[in-house]
């Protein structure tokens, strides 16, 4: 059985940051493209980063330059580094796993994240 657990989030300050950890077991880590979404109350989910089985990056135009997703295929975990934070980055922040020629797509329970002073 699959498990996407994400931890890390909580309360931000404008212009500090978190890390965000995705823990995914039951699956061929490695071989999944991994991303974070993130929905905000009344809001579509939208994409925040991904990052492929071999490692290549994209972002959001939003969060460019200030957030980077990186993995450890060795702990089966995919993390977000969020800095320079601001309060339109509020939502619960939600990782995927993706292996779209297989037709297989998991996702975690969310995890929130609130940015305010």
């Known amino acids: 059985q699959v498990h996407i657990v994400e931890s890390g989030g909580g309360l931000g300050q404008p212009g500090g940051s978190l890390r965000l950890s995705c823990a995914a077991s039951g699956l061929t880590f490695s071989m999944y493209a991994m991303g974070w979404y993130r929905q905000a109350p009344g809001n579509e989910r939208e994409l925040v980063a991904a990052?492929?089985?071999?490692?290549?990056?994209n972002y959001a135009d939003s969060v460019k330059g200030r957030f980077t997703i990186s993995r450890d295929n060795l702990k089966n975990t995919v993390f977000l580094q969020m800095n320079s934070l601001n309060p339109e980055d509020t939502a619960v922040y939600y990782c995927n796993a993706n292996r779209g020629n297989w037709g297989l797509d998991f996702w975690g329970q969310g995890t929130q994240v609130t940015v305010s002073s």
């Open positions: 990052i492929t089985s071999g490692g290549s990056t």
